[in-house]
């Protein structure tokens, strides 16, 4: 079994200390270059952590320091599409939990549906629409309605306050992908009440939360979803704009992860 080996693995670099884990999406991944004291474990070094091919996605964990708490960041994840099984793209998060890490933030690029909503805008996720199709991992723990936790949401709320950010809240729509959406799936899930459109963060959620971890989210909107404007996603503008509101996205969640602490 590789979720024991990982335990292990991450046991051993001292994960089981941390106060908060952090999975970076597309783009997001320098908000490693906030933290304190880091130290940095490529994925090849971590038995049973599977390892992306995505560009954008480096594969490391980073262990340190940010706004005063000790922190797991996760530097790339494995997706559904590049076909990883549900186990393996949610063994990471699965492994904090049982390690007795609390609290995790997920985060992603994903296309916006909303016009109000243009590139470049951080979007606290609320709640989401599981369209990916795959089967549910047993849960640890039983479980009703969402796992997206309401009060780290409000504490991102207060952190996007505490940095003067205007950061709306949605409701975050997971496919399967790879490909982006035809403009009349992107119809389709506006009509089902969807504001953000992606292909990862769902089942990391939901198996999250399913292990005892309070799990909170944010979507960098990188692009218009397909139909929304005459432009055309692609994945160099998704990398290119998460780098772009990269500081505000850094801003943010160091200011969520000192909640509470002097830092
Ligand atoms: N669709 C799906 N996934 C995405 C998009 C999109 O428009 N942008 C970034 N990830």
């Not at 590789?2 to 952090?22: F, T, Y």
């Not at 403009?183 to 939901?206: F, N, Y």
């Not at 996603?233 to 704009?241: A, D, L, Q, Y």
Request: net charge neutral; hydrophobic share 40%.
């Amino acid at each position: 079994m590789s979720l024991p080996r990982l335990i292990e693995a991450l046991r051993s670099q001292g994960v089981a200390d941390c106060e908060l884990a952090i999975v970076l999406g597309s783009g997001l991944g320098v908000l490693v270059e906030r933290v304190r004291n880091a130290r940095s474990i490529p994925y090849a070094d971590l038995e049973g952590m599977p390892k992306s091919s995505v560009p954008g996605h480096a594969g490391k964990l980073v262990i340190g320091t940010l706004g005063g708490k000790r922190v797991v960041l996760q530097q790339g994840r494995v997706h559904l599409y590049e076909g990883f099984a549900v186990e393996e793209v949610t063994r990471a998060v699965r492994a904090f939990a049982a390690l007795g890490v609390p609290e995790l933030v997920l985060t992603n690029a994903a296309g916006s549906l909303r016009l109000d909503a243009p590139p470049g805008t951080l979007m606290r996720i609320t709640d989401h629409l599981d369209l990916q199709g795959k089967a549910r991992l047993p849960r640890v723990q039983a479980q009703y309605g969402t796992p997206w936790d309401t009060t780290l949401g409000s504490e991102l709320d207060a952190a996007a306050r505490q940095v003067n950010q205007t950061v709306p809240q949605g409701v975050y729509a997971a496919l399967l992908g790879p490909s982006y959406e035809t403009p009349a799936e992107i119809r389709m899930l506006r009509k089902l009440g969807a504001d953000a459109v992606g292909m990862s963060t769902v089942a990391e959620a939901i198996a999250a939360h399913g292990a005892g971890m309070r799990v909170c989210g944010v979507s960098c909107l990188t692009n218009y979803a397909a139909g929304i404007t005459e432009s055309v996603p692609n994945h160099e503008e998704v990398v290119e704009e998460g780098r772009k509101a990269s500081q505000r996205f850094c801003d943010l969640l160091e200011a969520f992860a000192s909640r509470g602490s002097q830092a």
